[in-house]
């Protein structure tokens, strides 16, 4: 079986033009990320708005309210789980390619230094804290709770 590219330049530019193009996707998944979020809070709050400006609420209305939330509530939490996942699996093949670039290893770039910082290795790893995922989960839940705390005080009066 023939070996493929086994000199270091070539090696490093193809692991450099990979490195790139999952990188761009790790941003487009942060962005795509946050706009969710952002959506489905405003739509969660948006309803609890117009169930504001519609007092009373019919108990139909409200059993029917309380369905959809829940559904668009668990529907936004299994994707965000899975797209954390995708997001991960990027992030530790990220760390790998910047392991073979002696990114992280003192001297080969910088003098005295490593290229990336040395807590950088454990990116996509479980100890590893992507702050999208870490804000963005609690808050969805959290705007939730507060759309229905505020459909329900407007069914009571």
């Known amino acids: 079986m023939e070996k493929f590219y086994t000199d270091p330049?070539?090696?490093s530019d193809i692991l450099s033009k990979y490195l790139a193009s999952l990188m761009s996707e790790v941003s487009e998944i942060r962005t795509n990320?946050?706009?969710l979020i952002i959506g489905i809070s405003a739509a969660f709050f948006a309803v609890a708005g117009w169930?504001?400006?519609n007092k009373p609420i019919e108990p139909i209305h409200f059993?029917?309210?309380i369905l959809i939330l829940f559904v668009f509530l668990a529907y936004t939490l299994v994707l965000l789980n899975e797209t954390k996942k995708y997001f991960m699996q990027i992030a530790r093949t990220i760390s790998?390619?910047?392991e073979k670039l002696l990114a992280f290893k003192t001297d080969t770039y910088i003098k005295g230094d490593t290229l990336l910082p040395i807590e950088w290795r454990?990116?996509?790893e479980h100890n590893w804290?992507?702050?999208i995922f870490m804000i963005g989960i609690p808050l969805v839940i959290i705007?939730?709770?507060?759309s229905l705390l505020i459909v329900t005080l407007a069914t009571i009066n």
């Open 9 to 11: 330049k070539i090696c």
């Open 51 to 53: 169930a504001m400006s």
């Open 33 to 35: 990320t946050s706009r």
């Open 63 to 65: 059993s029917f309210y």
């Open 96 to 98: 790998k390619i910047d």
């Open 129 to 131: 804290r992507e702050p």
């Open 122 to 124: 454990d990116f996509g």
């Open 143 to 146: 705007s939730a709770a507060c």
